[in-house]
């Protein structure tokens, strides 16, 4: 159900759309829904663009499941002259998407970013550091809720954790997360940890070691972070300039290639 905002025929059709069948939808403020077709030659190109949903509401939550079986089942129609069938009839119940983890997921992104900014600058002062380890921790948070987590969001999030202690000098949090992150990553998992996270894991337990004044510790743990294969060479590229940044806490290693 919605009202037609723009049209010109036979190009461009924009419109607002409430999803009038489900009560909790149709509360919510109307969305837009825009058509446009480009011709292509002999066949045109079909664009639908659905935006103004005001966040993960439960119009986009319907309409992000709902959009890809009509839109292939006028494909198939126009093509074939026949309809694509109805959806579901293999009998598998409908995937509903997880709102909440959804939600976690862009707060989980964003604070993420947060703690990367603030880390990028040098003229940090105490009040931004406490932001900064909030901010490592909100992430963390936010991702263990998150809609698609894996074992791999777990691991980083710890090495995040570890990373921001051990910059600020605080050994004792930053060899707690780096275990833990060593932890996830060596556990048995859902096959998302990369090799590089196995790195990144040892390069935190060495940076930890280095910050608490233990460097015979810190440069078997450093070595042994340069020694994992990253098979993926812009990931190796990533993580060697990684390990050589400082803060190193006095401790002279030979650089990684």
């Given at each position: 159900?919605?009202?037609?905002?723009?049209?010109?025929?036979?190009?461009?059709?924009?419109?607002?759309?409430?999803?009038?069948?489900?009560?909790?939808?149709?509360?919510?403020?109307?969305?837009?829904?825009?058509?446009?077709?480009?011709?292509?030659?002999?066949?045109?190109?079909?664009?639908?663009?659905?935006?103004?949903?005001?966040?993960?509401?439960?119009?986009?939550a319907n309409a992000r499941d709902g959009w890809?079986?009509?839109?292939?089942?006028?494909?198939?129609?126009?093509?074939?002259?026949?309809?694509?069938?109805?959806?579901?009839?293999?009998?598998?119940?409908?995937?509903?998407?997880?709102?909440?983890?959804?939600?976690?997921?862009?707060?989980?992104?964003?604070?993420?970013?947060?703690?990367?900014?603030?880390?990028?600058?040098?003229?940090?002062?105490?009040?931004?550091?406490?932001?900064?380890?909030?901010?490592?921790?909100?992430?963390?948070?936010?991702?263990?809720?998150?809609?698609?987590?894996?074992?791999?969001?777990?691991?980083?999030?710890?090495?995040?954790?570890?990373?921001?202690?051990?910059?600020?000098?605080?050994?004792?949090?930053?060899?707690?997360?780096?275990?833990?992150?060593?932890?996830?990553?060596?556990?048995p998992g859902d096959g998302s940890v990369a090799?590089?996270?196995?790195?990144?894991?040892?390069?935190?337990?060495?940076?930890?070691?280095?910050?608490?004044?233990?460097?015979?510790?810190?440069?078997?743990?450093?070595?042994?972070?340069?020694?994992?294969?990253?098979?993926?060479?812009?990931?190796?590229?990533?993580?060697?300039?990684?390990?050589?940044?400082?803060?190193?806490?006095?401790?002279?290693?030979?650089?990684?290639?």
């Amino acid at each position: 159900m919605g009202e037609i905002l723009e049209s010109e025929r036979p190009r461009r059709l924009v419109m607002t759309f409430t999803m009038a069948y489900d009560p909790e939808a149709a509360a919510e403020p109307p969305s837009r829904v825009t058509w446009e077709i480009e011709p292509l030659g002999d066949v045109c190109r079909l664009k639908v663009t659905h935006a103004d949903f005001g966040g993960l509401s439960k119009t986009w939550a319907n309409a992000r499941d709902g959009w890809p079986p009509l839109l292939s089942g006028l494909k198939t129609l126009l093509e074939t002259g026949a309809p694509l069938g109805p959806v579901g009839a293999d009998g598998e119940p409908a995937v509903a998407a997880d709102l909440e983890g959804e939600w976690h997921r862009e707060l989980g992104v964003d604070a993420n970013m947060e703690v990367w900014a603030l880390l990028g600058r040098t003229d940090r002062t105490a009040e931004d550091d406490e932001v900064m380890v909030r901010a490592a921790y909100a992430s963390t948070y936010h991702w263990s809720r998150a809609a698609r987590r894996t074992v791999a969001n777990e691991a980083r999030g710890e090495w995040l954790l570890s990373h921001v202690h051990a910059v600020l000098g605080r050994a004792d949090l930053a060899r707690h997360h780096a275990e833990r992150s060593l932890t996830a990553v060596s556990a048995p998992g859902d096959g998302s940890v990369a090799d590089f996270d196995l790195a990144y894991a040892h390069e935190a337990k060495a940076r930890a070691a280095a910050c608490a004044g233990r460097l015979d510790e810190a440069a078997r743990e450093r070595a042994a972070a340069a020694a994992v294969s990253i098979a993926d060479e812009e990931d190796r590229k990533i993580f060697v300039a990684d390990l050589e940044a400082e803060p190193w806490y006095g401790l002279v290693a030979t650089p990684a290639s």
